[in-house]
């Protein structure tokens, strides 16, 4: 059974604080990592999609990467405009197009 | 990207009736998942609404409860049937995009479901 652990459950930064979130998967066959942003009240806002140990992508102040156990979401100087609840996903190769997703980060930056 | 637009955004029901939400999507597309996020938590599939044929469910869900349509390529309704206070949760519609040889997956807003 795939799994995706999240942690921490919450975050917070003071703003320019840079860290990291960690999403630890478990999954027969990965064919692809997602993070995805979510506001409260809103559907989840894609990010990345991460395929392969080693890989790296970007966006502004984040950065995904990707290990054969583990993904990080490293968000550098962060702003308050960055406080939302971060979700990590897998789709294994075996489960068609089935996302199975962690319980989220909830990440708070003050000014 | 694509843009994904689900009616209602939210609702409050009486228990024992049915809520029907829409899924409306930009673009043509093989595949629409229905998911389910209930307070506090991650969200959950519920079905993948294929064209032409029957939902496929996950473990756990049944068509009696969630039916599901799916009449062309850009639009799909999942219903809640026979409402209990334990259905209350945001259902979000989902569409994945395979722009080269990336995987994207996208969601609608989520209709927030309240059984009273």
């Known amino acids: 059974e795939d799994q995706v652990t999240q942690s921490p459950e919450a975050l917070r930064l003071q703003e320019g604080e840079s860290s990291s979130l960690n999403c630890s998967y478990t999954?027969?066959?990965?064919?692809?990592l997602f993070w995805y942003r979510q506001d409260p009240g809103k559907g989840p806002e894609f990010l990345f999609t991460l395929y392969s140990a080693g890989e790296e992508k970007e966006k502004e102040r984040l950065k995904a990467t990707l290990t054969k156990k583990e993904s990080f979401l490293h968000i550098t100087a962060p702003k308050p405009e960055d406080s939302a609840t971060y979700l990590c996903a897998v789709q294994a190769r075996t489960s068609g197009s089935r996302l199975t997703f962690g319980e989220g980060t909830q990440l708070t930056v003050n000014p | 990207s694509a843009v994904i637009s689900q009616k209602p955004s939210r609702d409050i029901c009486q228990r024992g009736t049915s809520l029907t939400i829409q899924c409306q999507v930009d673009s043509q597309v093989t595949m629409m998942f229905w998911y389910r996020q209930q307070p506090g938590q991650s969200l959950t599939l519920i079905a993948t609404a294929n064209q032409g044929s029957e939902a496929t469910y996950e473990s756990g869900f049944v068509i009696d409860k969630f039916p599901i349509s799916r009449p062309n390529l850009t639009f799909s309704t999942l219903t809640v049937s026979n409402l209990s206070p334990e259905d209350s949760s945001i259902y979000l519609c989902?569409?994945?995009?395979?722009?080269?040889?990336?995987?994207?997956?996208?969601f609608g807003q989520g209709t927030r479901l309240t059984v009273v």
């Open positions: 989902s569409v994945e995009a395979r722009p080269g040889a990336n995987t994207e997956a996208f």
């Open positions: 999954v027969s066959g990965l064919r692809g």
